[in-house]
């Protein structure tokens, strides 16, 4: 790969928050979270003008992977009982979905929400403060992937032809071909979108979870859940690959063999249910 090729897809990256990969909505919710006093009220309004975000958005938020015991009705109601970085999240996820499935994508769909709904289970045996912004960060954890392999199709084609010639992992031949993988642009994405550390973290070092400085748990079940529902084959995020399990990732979720199978029985158990949201 020449040097040229790589310094025009940093400057495709760079460029990339000027692709129409947000609706209006999220470009406005964005610059509203900064802003002090913003209620819950003020935020549901603002989604509830896209008619078909909000419903996604509450079919989300109503799924049986959270388990609230009453419905959540409005927006405004799902903000105050998930919080507002989530209900953001869920908005992101459900623009990400429409890309994906408009270009033939369910299978990374899939994927995405299985390691959401482990990565939800872990951390709550984990205590977790906010096991819900973890099953945001599952959601968005491959959203580079859109970019790479749906906005821009020329890179995503070159990609996935060199990785089955070689036999590595997408991962390895995005580093090879670009100096650039779809964690890195997550990650540049999670910040051009002004999400919390707790999700970018994950989304940028969902494969290499000791780097995580501000969010290691949250990094750390990501990572788990992403191998674990690979191995589950749930999904396809792209290649048959199973990732190196990083050990201290391991540690730092507490899992062991006695553990890990009760979680696993029930991640397996709410898989049936993703079909409902495809």
């Known amino acids: 790969m020449s040097s040229s090729a790589k310094v025009d897809l940093h400057r495709r990256i760079e460029q990339v928050g000027e692709l129409p ?16 006093n913003v209620s819950a009220e003020e935020i549901g309004a603002l989604i509830e003008k896209d008619q078909v975000l909000s419903a996604k958005v509450l079919r989300l938020a109503n799924s049986p992977f959270y388990g609230f ?3 959540i ?21 459900a623009t990400a979905f429409d890309m994906m499935k408009n270009a033939g994508m369910n299978e990374l769909w899939r994927h995405s929400l ?6 939800h289970i872990l951390g709550t045996k984990a205590a977790l403060k906010n096991p819900e912004e973890v099953f945001v960060a599952g959601l968005l954890h491959d959203i580079g992937k859109v970019v790479l392999y749906v906005k821009w199709p020329d890179v995503g084609r070159q990609i996935t032809a060199a990785s089955r010639k070689t036999g590595r992992s ?3 031949t995005e580093q090879d071909l670009f100096d650039v993988t ?5 990650g540049w994405l999670a910040t051009a979108w002004h999400l919390p550390t707790s999700l970018r973290e994950p989304i940028l070092y969902h494969h290499k979870p000791a780097a995580a400085q501000y969010a290691p748990l949250q990094t750390a079940i990501v990572h788990v859940a992403d191998i674990l529902v690979k191995g589950l084959a749930c999904g396809n995020p ?8 990083s050990h201290q990732a391991w540690e730092l979720v507490g899992l062991d063999e006695q553990s ?3 979680c696993l029985a029930k991640a397996t158990e709410e898989f049936q249910t993703i079909d409902d949201y495809l």
Do not use: F, W, Y
């Open 21 to 36: 990969t947000l609706p209006h909505v999220v470009q406005k919710l964005a610059s509203m979270i900064g802003l002090p």
């Open 69 to 71: 015991p009453s419905r």
């Open 182 to 186: 779809h964690a890195d642009v997550g």
């Open 260 to 262: 890990l199978a009760p």
């Open 73 to 93: 009705a409005s927006v405004a109601h799902a903000v105050v009982v998930l919080g507002l970085n989530v209900v953001k999240g869920l908005t992101l996820c």
């Open 114 to 119: 299985g390691v959401a709904i482990t990565s």
């Open 170 to 172: 997408l991962i390895e």
């Open 238 to 245: 792209g290649d048959e690959l199973v990732p190196p399990l």
